[in-house]
């Protein structure tokens, strides 16, 4: 859900034993009755950042799943991406894989003017450096071009969230 204010009411009507239903559901999920409703009707950011976050485990598919998040980050508002990136990514992401991630999110905060969450400070740098491409004639401009989230980790890239190549 945005963090926008709310000021504007919606009410519906439901049975007892519905309302008794919705409470149980929204009790178990650890949510107040209204917040549990809106989870479920209205579209969920944290779940599409841990879909795109998972995708990225499939090596095969990794590539594609970092373009996807990377064009879904630069997307979102800035009360969106930071309800969207309140929880972690995936559990089991590589070290590389987790620093990317990271420094997306921290770019794409950087650029929405959103405190970036605390998780990404969790997650250590890479000990080693990573070059986007394996031309040893473009390492000069990626060590020089990459945006600040990216350098931090030791990830040496000439685009960055929203952007294309």
């Known amino acids: 859900m945005s963090t926008a204010t709310k000021s504007a009411q919606l009410q519906i009507r ?16 650890g949510l107040d009755m209204s917040a549990y409703v809106l989870a479920r009707v209205l579209p969920a950011h944290r779940n599409r950042f ?11 598919a990794e590539r594609f ?13 800035g009360p969106e991406l930071r309800e969207a990136v309140a929880s972690p990514p995936a ?8 620093n990317y991630v990271s420094a997306m ?3 794409a905060c950087a650029r929405r003017n ?3 969450p605390p998780w990404t400070r969790t997650v250590a740098p890479l000990v080693e450096p990573v070059f986007g491409s394996t ?31």
Do not use: M, Q
């Open 14 to 29: 439901v049975s007892p034993a519905e309302k008794a239903a919705i409470e149980r559901a929204a009790r178990r999920a």
């Open 91 to 98: 559990t089991g992401l590589t070290p590389y894989l987790a």
């Open 105 to 107: 999110v921290e770019y």
């Open 50 to 60: 841990a879909e795109l976050t998972e995708a990225c485990r499939d090596t095969a």
């Open 65 to 77: 799943a970092l373009a996807e998040l990377s064009g879904w980050l630069g997307e979102l508002s």
């Open 135 to 165: 031309l040893l004639s473009l390492r000069l401009h990626l060590l020089t071009h990459s945006p600040p989230p990216f350098r931090r980790r030791n990830i040496f890239v000439d685009s960055s969230v929203g952007a294309r190549v």
């Open 114 to 116: 959103v405190a970036p």
